[in-house]
């Protein structure tokens, strides 16, 4: 929240980035759609195995890196670990009051301004979480079928129907809930999506996704185009994903027929 004390805490993260070797950092979206809510920001690192470590960000606002040893905020000084977040952010702050003055975005309830620390740099970034993972010498841009955006790419639908003539498929994300709910400390997991194929293609219509911070545990419904529609505290009931999905289909129907492509 904003206006609070300025904290940094360490960030228990999967990877140990090597302390003497380098970062490369790129802008750029990873994702297959431009409708996807993905990546727009990476860090390549060496980390302690000599592997290819690569950080890439959900839903970034913003990213800045300076060459240097030592962080000029002293509460980060206090910190320790190459990943740590920081709370009570003058620059979290600084972007939440550009994007709420502009375009009623908020920042303040899922955003976080995260710093990372390597030998002569140091990366900060403003987002709503975080995913690291070990990736190719030859191709480090490409995203595994491991990556919490693509998990559900490639399992078989579970359920499916008909809605005023939309057909749907639901996949879900095949891991047990405890270990979804512990990577959901870095980024959202998707739980649940649903698809619809119009004119031989398909195309998401919602997806069901997790988030877990230390505050809470937080379940949303997402659209393409839209993002969150609907959040809970807990899961959400059978009965409201089943209204929504009827919503959706029903939305669809509809302009489709008005377009004459029904």
Same mark, same amino acid.
């Given at each position: 929240?904003?206006g609070?004390?300025?904290?940094?805490?360490?960030?228990?993260?999967?990877?140990?980035?090597?302390?003497?070797?380098?970062?490369?950092?790129?802008?750029?979206?990873?994702?297959?759609?431009?409708?996807?809510?993905?990546?727009?920001?990476?860090?390549?690192?060496?980390? !302690?195995? =000599?592997?290819? /470590?690569?950080?890439?960000?959900?839903?970034?606002?913003?990213?800045?890196?300076?060459?240097?040893? $030592?962080?000029?905020?002293?509460?980060?000084?206090?910190?320790?670990?190459?990943?740590?977040?920081?709370?009570?952010?003058?620059?979290?702050?600084?972007?939440?009051? $550009?994007?709420?003055?502009?375009y009623?975005?908020?920042?303040?309830? !899922?955003?976080?301004?995260?710093?990372?620390?390597?030998?002569?740099?140091?990366?900060?970034?403003?987002?709503?979480?975080?995913?690291?993972?070990?990736?190719?010498?030859?191709?480090?841009?490409?995203? /595994?079928?491991?990556?919490?955006?693509?998990?559900?790419?490639?399992?078989?639908a579970?359920?499916?129907?008909?809605?005023?003539?939309?057909q749907?498929?639901?996949?879900? !994300?095949?891991?047990?809930? &405890? @270990?979804?709910?512990?990577?959901?400390?870095?980024?959202?997991? &998707?739980?649940?999506?649903?698809?619809?194929?119009? &004119?031989?293609? *398909?195309?998401?219509?919602?997806?069901?996704?997790?988030? @877990?911070?230390?505050?809470?545990?937080? $379940?949303?419904?997402?659209?393409?185009?839209?993002?969150?529609?609907? *959040?809970? !505290? =807990? +899961?959400? +009931?059978?009965d =409201?994903?089943?209204?929504?999905?009827?919503?959706?289909?029903?939305?669809?129907?509809?302009?489709?027929?008005?377009? /004459?492509?029904?």
């Amino acid at each position: 929240m904003l206006g609070e004390p300025v904290r940094v805490r360490e960030l228990d993260v999967p990877l140990d980035a090597d302390p003497v070797g380098p970062v490369e950092v790129r802008y750029g979206s990873l994702a297959e759609s431009i409708t996807d809510e993905a990546e727009s920001g990476l860090l390549f690192f060496l980390s !302690n195995e =000599q592997t290819v /470590g690569r950080v890439t960000f959900e839903g970034l606002d913003s990213l800045r890196a300076a060459r240097g040893e $030592y962080v000029p905020d002293e509460a980060a000084k206090a910190s320790s670990g190459w990943v740590r977040t920081i709370t009570g952010s003058a620059w979290l702050e600084e972007r939440h009051e $550009y994007e709420w003055s502009r375009y009623r975005t908020s920042l303040t309830e !899922n955003y976080q301004h995260y710093l990372f620390l390597f030998h002569d740099d140091f990366v900060e970034a403003i987002a709503r979480g975080i995913w690291l993972d070990v990736v190719s010498r030859h191709q480090p841009w490409l995203l /595994g079928a491991d990556h919490p955006t693509r998990l559900l790419d490639t399992v078989a639908a579970e359920a499916g129907g008909t809605i005023e003539g939309v057909q749907w498929r639901r996949r879900r !994300n095949p891991q047990p809930l &405890d @270990a979804l709910l512990s990577a959901a400390r870095l980024c959202s997991q &998707d739980l649940l999506r649903w698809t619809c194929e119009l &004119d031989g293609r *398909e195309s998401e219509l919602m997806t069901l996704r997790v988030r @877990a911070t230390d505050q809470a545990v937080r $379940y949303s419904l997402s659209r393409p185009w839209v993002g969150s529609t609907d *959040e809970w !505290n =807990q +899961p959400p +009931p059978q009965d =409201q994903l089943t209204a929504a999905l009827e919503r959706r289909c029903t939305g669809i129907a509809m302009r489709r027929r008005q377009m /004459g492509l029904a």
